[in-house]
């Protein structure tokens, strides 16, 4: 491809976001002035659910980056999670049912509230134990289903997590039915109003988990390990060459998607995703959500996870509260499909999203 | 064998669409089977009358894998998987031959299924519906989805791999939410119990007494059939007809073009195919298939909702293809029958279980033991049909399973039963010796 030719497609989509961006940067000037308040919340749920997206996008990209695959059973992941968390917070209870109790649920006690610590540092430490059991459960899948397929086509490898995610979602589903499975968060329903509007204390826990996340990655990318998973990223043999041990950073990588994946789990049962507080069938089709978020931003970007992160959550929530009077065409519920138009409109524009590295082809 | 079954002497020979003696006498005696499926075998399904088998306690009574033979619930299974077929040879023009992953092809069936009844469908209160008759709205449906499919391929060419197959991820969210909003609605019905489907009759025009009646019971060529059979025969009949196409197509230019690009696709174009064009031409094809199939399964479904062609149907399609064999028709053929009746078999096998509970003996033990009735039981198998735990019932269990076997041919069988067919057949072909 000669260069005057890709210098006019870049021009092209300039122009193309020129023509997008313009009005509807106008539009929200005007909504700006015209209530304040609302705007401002708006903008707030909007980070929060960017952020949230923010999260699992980089669950998948920690996770592509590696071994170049879309986990597509990251929502799976993101429930068992949440379910995890909800197991050691908030009721003492396996999910299993077992031939022994005659029906009836075995108690078990998490032996961190025992501590006589404070609520929320138990809390605290029962979600960081929960990350852990489901890093475990990110190692167990990668050694079982992904180890053996080092080397086959890459989108073999893509299936097999879509087969990951149908069993797992089905199990996953089955342990949430038995009983409401609150995550029980020492901010949950809790917050403060501006004017009218109501903003709960999750937005910013949402916030803050991203931005912990997002250096967290970015730390991890500086160490040893993280040049390492690069080297890998770029080329499975050279790395192998190198002593790098290829099985074990997939392995890694995977705990660290599947761990991600829960803290994205959990702000999926909670405002602005869903107002209930608890894991339930919904909590696995966040990270359905969130693909777009990835697409967009570029599959193997951190920063391109973020800001697709951002702009999907944002277009979702500002379509949510200004198109509301268009609902009659636009079907109740439309705000969870803007995602996939956002997506679809800026692959158009660009092929690899925001931020991702595009394939070069060799003849 | 009858001689040596690789070697060919022209051209024509080797492309031929049944090349070998052996492969033309297996479809014969397979669509001879094909055809006396529907009607009533006598040893096999039922209860047999030879009091030497009846004294065998497990197939005394019908085996049940085998007694669903001339069984009116079996044959309409058997013409889900014979529709889906259908769909999924369309995929395999364009994710086996093509190479481009899809996972929309969910949306293309809706959109061939909401094509069909908005052509052959009843006009009511809330919905449109133009009564045609079948000649119009079932070639009408491939239509309509391969104008659906050539709108969607031009964003799909410039996308490569998990790009494109997330697209068309998005394309089947997309879809559900049309089918719900008010103008969706006059299409696909309510959200939840969906709208009816126009029925497979074969009529000149409108006329009140279609020409040949297949949605009711009657007799053809003085047999008397009910309107599952008649459903099989004509199924069974479209089946062959689009087997026939995606086999020749493999044989053509096309068919050559789409698999250079496969293989390379940047090779390809510098050997002069055109890539847009033949890319262009595999999604219209493969939305064609599943157009028609979509029209076919929900006129032989009667009644769905929108929310049924679903992520989960398109990963059931994926399924096919990977368990099946990707890239090949009789793989893609066997993929189908194995994934659409294994929840049947599933099904049937639980309930056969259930059934032999009740007796006493070694084999109600071990029923006793797979099964478990009341929340608590140990055994793998759940007879209640809404359990909220472990274990898992039929339905559930059916979805872990198609994952896992998702998982186990990937890992240990790239390809699929197709691939197994041809360890077989290599081991038969050497036999006696091992090599």
Known sequence: MSTSQSKRRISNGAAFMIAVFVPITIFLIVQLFSDPAVFLTTILKSLAMGSTYAIIALGFVLIFKATEVVNFSQGALAMIGALFISFLVADETIPIVPWWSEGNLVPIRNPIYDLGLPSWMAWGLSFIVALFFAALIGLFLERVAIRPMIGQPLFSVAVITLGLEISLRVLANDSAKLKLRNTNTPWSGKGFNIGDNFLYWSFFAAMIAAAISVVAVFLFYRSKLGIAMRAVARDQEAAMAQGIPIGRVFAIAWGAGAALAAVGGLFATEPPIKQTGAVDAETSLVAFRALPAVILGGLDSVQGAILGGLIVGSAEIFAGQYLSGYTSVLGAGYPLVIPYVVMIIGLIVKPYGLFGTEEIRRV | ?435
Do not use: C
Request: proline share 5%; hydrophobic share 50%.
């Open chain 2, 1 to 435: 064998m009858f001689r040596r079954p690789n070697l060919y002497t022209s051209y024509q020979a080797e492309t031929q669409v049944l090349p070998t003696f052996t492969k033309k006498v297996i479809a014969i005696f397979a669509i001879v089977a094909l055809f006396l499926m529907p009607f009533d075998v006598p040893i096999i399904s039922g209860p047999t009358e030879l009091p030497i088998l009846r004294s065998i306690p497990l197939i005394g009574d019908g085996l049940p894998f085998f007694r669903f033979l001339g069984d009116a619930a079996w044959l309409r299974y058997m013409s889900d998987a014979m529709i889906v077929v259908v769909a999924a040879l369309g995929l395999n023009i364009l994710t086996g031959m093509a190479g481009q992953v899809s996972l929309g092809h969910a949306f293309f069936l809706g959109v061939g299924a909401y094509t069909g009844a908005f052509l052959g469908g009843h006009a009511t209160d809330s919905v449109y519906g133009h009564g045609l008759p079948m000649w119009i709205w079932l070639p009408g449906a491939g239509v309509g989805a391969a104008l659906v499919g050539i709108i969607v391929s031009p964003v799909a060419v410039r996308l490569r791999g998990l790009y494109l197959a997330i697209v068309t991820l998005g394309l089947v969210f997309l879809g559900i939410h049309m089918g719900n909003t008010d103008w969706g609605r006059k299409f696909a019905g309510d959200p939840s119990l969906g709208r009816s489907f126009p029925e497979m009759d074969l009529r000149v025009w409108k006329e009140e007494t279609p020409l040949v009646s297949i949605s009711e019971k009657g007799s053809w060529f003085g047999v008397e059939m009910s309107s599952n059979q008649k459903e099989f025969l004509f199924v069974a009949a479209v089946m062959l007809v689009f087997i026939f196409f995606a086999v020749n197509i493999k044989r053509t230019r096309t068919g050559r073009a789409l698999q250079a690009i496969r293989d390379r696709d940047i090779a390809a174009e510098v050997m002069g195919v055109a890539e847009f064009k033949y890319k262009l031409v595999a999604f219209a094809t493969s939305s064609f298939f599943a157009g028609v199939a979509g029209a076919l399964y929900a006129s032989h479904i009667g009644k769905m909702p929108a929310a049924q062609f679903n992520l989960i149907l398109s990963i059931e399609f994926i399924a096919i293809l990977l368990i099946g064999g990707a890239g090949t028709v009789a793989g893609t053929i066997m993929g189908s029958f194995f994934v659409i009746l294994l929840p049947e078999l599933v099904k049937d096998f639980s309930d056969w279980l259930s059934e032999r509970a009740e007796g006493e003996g070694i084999v109600a033990s071990v029923s006793e033991v797979i099964l478990s009735g009341n929340q608590g039981d140990f055994g793998p198998i759940s007879t209640a049909t809404q359990t909220p735990n472990y274990p898992l019932n039929v339905f559930d269990l059916n979805l872990v399973l198609y994952g896992v076997l998702i998982i186990v041919f990937l890992i240990f069988e790239p390809l699929g039963l197709y691939g197994i067919w041809i360890k077989v057949r290599n081991y038969w072909k050497r036999w006696p010796f091992s090599y």
